[in-house]
């Protein structure tokens, strides 16, 4: 069994191998909060192998319950061999599920149809495009190192969804301009913004939340633009504005708000957070202004440092020293 530590695990994304199979009490925690979506609708889960897809299991057990139309799941070849499968067939599949005929509310083998795709089954083959096309919300674990690419087709044909992403997406180039013109928002997540996923790479975490037979990823998140009630809740704040307590950017006109629960409830201002004030986002009361990537004036830094180094970020001066701070993202409260 291969180990994966973070730096394994980065490789692995570089190498596309994206093997992590998402647990069923994951995959029912965040669904119970869109059962309303599903209702008539016909679901695509586009890469799973359906076979051991918990994704293909929990729609396929309520699909009544949702009153789906139809379910469809498809299997990229690769995924044939993998350990989980004694199948040895070269050929992709795909699965299609219409709901229970015999009366025992269980997706039985004989309900499900099978059938092979001619090509390799990749989400950007025309085959899974046309099977796109006929889809009204796609849920799935798309692969990381493809992300971008994932969303941006799902964009393009329009589609609803719910997918399960890494956190540091939120400051894609090709993922942010989204959250900023409310194309797609962070859904319900994991615990501790964590997740374990079974796959066939061993886990060397030490944490002591540690599962035999499973990796745990941190910072995976699900991205979403379904409607829940999440999205606009509106966040109490506690925190009075004081000059002391929040310093102002030295090259951009905005407060540093190192903490999303420290935002101040009396400042009208630009204000700089992190990107895990995302999780909180209500587009109702805060706007997205942008990301320090694109927003920090880098030729203020230069001109004190005087020299190039320091990647474009917001900084903050203590004691006559700048500190370099990690991405922030700008917004400013709306008018009510």
């Not at 061999?81 to 599920?97: K, T």
């Not at 994932?150 to 589609?159: F, G, T």
């Not at 037979?213 to 704040?237: A, D, Q, Y």
């Amino acid at each position: 069994m291969a180990k994966v530590g973070n730096k394994q695990l980065g490789r692995a994304r570089r190498a596309k191998e994206d093997e992590f199979y998402t647990r069923l009490e994951d995959i029912e925690r965040e669904l119970r909060h869109y059962e309303n979506h599903f209702k008539g609708k016909t679901v695509l889960c586009n890469c799973d192998d359906p076979r051991v897809s918990n994704f293909f299991h929990y729609f396929s057990y309520r699909f009544e319950a949702l009153g789906l139309k139809r379910l469809i799941t498809t299997c990229y070849k690769n995924q044939e061999r993998d350990l989980f499968s004694q199948n040895d067939s070269e050929r992709a599949i795909w699965l299609e599920y219409t709901g229970d005929k015999n009366g025992n509310r269980i997706p039985d083998p004989e309900e499900i149809g099978i059938r092979q795709f001619e090509g390799d089954g990749d989400f950007r083959s025309e085959e899974c495009i046309e099977l796109l096309k006929q889809a009204d919300i796609v849920v799935t674990n798309p692969p990381f190192s493809l992300f971008r690419e994932y969303v941006a087709q799902l964009v393009k044909y329009d589609k609803k969804f719910l997918i399960i992403g890494n956190q540091n997406a939120i400051t894609y180039k090709e993922i942010f301009p989204l959250f900023m013109s409310n194309k797609i928002w962070l859904g319900y997540g994991f615990k501790r913004n964590c997740a374990h996923f079974i796959t066939h790479y061993e886990d060397t975490a030490t944490d002591a939340d540690h599962r035999e037979g499973m990796i745990r990823v941190p910072s995976v998140t699900w991205f979403t633009n379904l409607e829940i009630p999440k999205r606009h809740e509106e966040m109490v704040l506690y925190r009075k504005y004081d000059p002391l307590d929040y310093p102002t950017y030295v090259n951009y006109d905005a407060i540093e708000v190192g903490k999303t629960s420290e935002i101040p409830d009396d400042f009208n201002g630009v204000m700089g957070v992190p990107i895990t004030y995302m999780y909180k986002h209500n587009p109702d009361q805060f706007e997205i202004l942008g990301m320090s990537l694109d927003l920090a004036d880098m030729s203020v830094i230069r001109k004190r440092l005087g020299c190039n180094n320091g990647g474009p970020t917001f900084y903050i001066e203590q004691d006559g020293h700048l500190i370099r701070l990690y991405n922030r993202i700008a917004i400013r409260r709306r008018r009510k």
